[in-house]
Every structure is written in structure tokens, then in C-alpha cells.
């Protein structure tokens, strides 16, 4: 969230504020169903933006996130990173698949071997998978892109294009 100058004032950034702030291009599902909506999502480290998350929605239910990470600078306090395991476990939390309570979680993910297509080149992944659900990460640029959903929507979901901030 962005602050006024007045300290009680707070605003939700639109996402070409945040693309914007990112700088870089962000992970987006190349075909998405025309009834899914999408929210921006936003992960800072001491007031850097580090990663953008692309939440997919239908009809009201979470069934998709991508997330487009970068490192952050190496004079930061806290060095934080993503991974494919964190990302699966907040999505089954976030989309009531799972119990968010971590002292109740038995999560015992399994792996296997997905595809993931950014801009049209197919790169071959280990995945993490859990309760019908699939999360998975590859190298982009400095960072990362990140994804999680479900198994059955895996072959949309995975199908990647990089936008640049000029097109939010």
C-alpha cells in the first residue's frame, strides 16, 4: 500500500503502479479463461518490491498463482526468496485447500517432472505436488517466476507470456 502524507490516508496501488515499480516484465497466463479475473499481489523486503503475484479467480475460488520474483539488493537486511514449496503451501492455505494452521499441517508434498512455457520456450522442471495441487519455479532474468494451481488446470496455467510494464 502507498501512504499520504497524512498517516491515516493508505491506497491500494493499481497494477500499473506496481508494473511500473517493478521495472521488469511480469509472468502472465498467456490464454486465460475470459471469466477468471485477476488481482495484483504484492511481496516487499524492507520497502522493496521483490515480487509481483498474479492471483487467477473463478468464480470467486483462487485457482492460480504466478508469481514474477527478483533477488533482493544484497544491502538489504533481510534476504528473502521464493520457492516452489512455499508458494504451493500459501496457495492451498489461500484457496481453502489446506489448514493454514502450520502446527496442524501434515503437508507431504510428492514431485514430479512438469513443462513450463515462457514466451513459447519449453523448459522441463522437478514440481512439488500436494492434494490435487502442483507448484513449481524456473529461473527468469535475475529472478524467478513461480506457479501454483491445481493439477487439472497445470497445461493453462503453465503456458507463460512476460509482459512489460508498459502494457498494465
Known amino acids: 500500500m502507498f501512504r499520504s502524507n497524512d498517516r491515516r490516508e493508505f491506497r491500494i496501488p493499481t497494477p500499473r503502479e ?9 509472468a502472465e497466463v498467456r490464454d486465460a479463461p475470459a471469466q477468471w479475473l485477476t488481482l495484483f499481489g504484492q511481496q516487499r523486503s524492507d520497502g522493496f518490491l521483490r515480487c509481483l503475484d498474479l492471483n487467477y479467480h473463478a468464480d470467486r475460488e483462487l485457482v492460480a498463482v504466478v508469481q514474477t ?6 544491502s538489504h537486511y533481510l534476504q528473502v526468496s521464493s520457492s516452489a514449496e512455499a508458494e504451493l503451501r500459501v496457495f492451498l492455505s489461500n484457496s481453502g485447500r489446506r489448514d493454514p494452521d502450520p502446527f496442524r499441517d501434515t503437508f507431504t508434498p510428492g514431485h514430479r517432472s512438469v ?4 514466451a513459447g520456450a519449453v523448459t522441463t522442471v522437478e514440481a512439488i505436488t500436494s492434494d490435487g495441487c502442483v507448484g513449481a519455479q524456473i529461473p527468469c532474468g535475475s529472478g524467478f517466476l513461480t506457479i501454483a494451481t491445481t493439477d487439472a488446470l497445470w497445461p493453462v ?9 508498459t502494457d498494465y
Do not use: C, F, K
Not at 513443462?115 to 515462457?118: A, E, F, P
Not at 496455467?157 to 510494464?165: E, Q
Open 18 to 26: 506496481l508494473a511500473e515499480e517493478y521495472g521488469e516484465p511480469i
Open 69 to 74: 520474483s527478483r533477488p533482493v539488493p544484497e
Open 115 to 118: 513443462d513450463i512455457s515462457v
Open 157 to 165: 496455467v503453465a503456458d507463460l507470456v512476460l509482459r512489460p510494464p
